[in-house]
């Protein structure tokens, strides 16, 4: 694979932070944190990214930075902070972050998306709270929208908490309730799993899942990151609603479902795992598809999503608010349920009059 290092001094704020984090492969001192950023064309974003791993001041945390063959300036910004850094050849995110993992020694891995930001002090959260015994710690993101203005408050929310009882909420739904890839942090171990998944460029998937089975999971109810929100989140859906992501995301749920249950066969637990036919988030994203289609969703078919949906943890008040969703999109005529379901899968923050705003919309 053809690929470019980078270490070069600058004399830029990245530059004089530089040095208060292990700029060489091994550094001085056990590194406890690695931190990989992964950039595929998000050169206005990637130096906001890196400064905000810089400005922890921690030096017992290692940053690598890996540029995914990007056609734009990201680069050029990258070479211009003083941190370690290399340019591979496009190969997706899950590529990209296998590279880190070879480049840093640190126990416990952190995978920060080129356009998010840490939160000031967020390592000394993280680091008082990691051990041997866990395989994942997880915290929510604020929102901001390109300009850096925070637009939400913290999603996912979640409750404080350190345990193994996300194991049987993987196990009757094949998922759970967790941040996006910035807000997580795994053990190296739990990490090196990704290298199995050749069916998806994405990092945020198996190991996600896997981790409650391998370790304590330690929740976090305060945000520790930002979440960038613009015109370039890989959504994929655009405009209006489109079909193929939707396609996309229920057949790497079932790739990832496999998979899963592959990794607890070794455990002895693989056949208690609930199928993809039985599990809530694949007949949500198999009703979606249907109406991004205009295809016709059979009453038995939306009975089964609405006695799933209330079987999954969520609050009574998010089933309830649900259902009411699920009842419009049903009924409502083919283009306005699509109205619903696009504005519903858009990384924005939901409110019940932008629904309205979205289904009335010419």
Request: charged share 25%; aromatic share 8%; hydrophobic share 40%.
């Amino acid at each position: 694979m053809k690929e470019d290092a980078v270490s070069i001094p600058h004399e830029s704020a990245s530059a004089d932070l530089s040095s208060n984090l292990t700029a060489e492969p091994h550094g001085s001192g056990t590194p406890k944190l690695a931190v990989i950023v992964t950039c595929w064309n998000y050169a206005e974003y990637v130096i906001d990214a890196i400064d905000s791993v810089l400005k922890q001041g921690r030096k017992d945390c290692e940053l690598v930075v890996i540029d995914d063959g990007s056609t734009d300036n990201s680069w050029v910004e990258i070479s211009r902070t003083g941190v370690r850094a290399y340019r591979i050849d496009n190969a997706g995110q899950r590529l990209a972050c296998l590279r880190g993992l070879q480049e840093t020694t640190a126990p416990f891995i952190l995978f920060l998306d080129a356009d998010d930001e840490l939160l000031p002090g967020a390592f000394n959260e993280i680091l008082s709270r990691l051990d041997e015994g866990v395989a994942k710690l997880q915290f929510p993101l604020l929102r901001m929208d390109a300009q850096r203005t925070v637009i939400s408050g913290p999603i996912p929310p979640l409750a404080d908490f350190r345990g193994r009882e996300l194991v049987e909420e993987v196990l009757k739904t094949g998922s759970y309730t967790s941040p996006p890839t910035s807000g997580n942090v795994f053990r190296r171990d739990v990490c090196q799993l990704i290298e199995g998944a050749d069916y998806e460029r994405a990092v945020d998937g198996v190991i996600l899942f896997v981790a409650p089975f391998m370790g304590d999971v330690i929740s976090l109810s305060k945000p520790l990151g930002l979440y960038r929100v613009h015109d370039r989140n890989d959504s994929g859906f655009g405009e209006e609603l489109n079909p193929v992501p939707l396609q996309r995301e229920a057949e790497r749920f079932v790739d990832r479902l496999e998979h899963l249950r592959r990794l607890l066969n070794e455990k002895g637990l693989g056949s208690g795992l609930v199928t993809a036919d039985r599990a809530y988030f694949h007949q949500e994203r198999s009703f979606y598809l249907a109406i991004a289609k205009s295809a016709r969703v059979g009453l038995r078919q939306f009975l089964f999503l609405l006695s799933l949906l209330w079987t999954y943890p969520y609050s009574a008040k998010v089933k309830l608010s649900m259902t009411v969703f699920f009842l419009l999109t049903f009924v409502l005529s083919s283009e306005r349920a699509k109205r619903l379901v696009h504005y519903r899968l858009q990384a924005h923050s939901r409110s019940a009059l932008g629904l309205i705003k979205a289904l009335f919309r010419r």
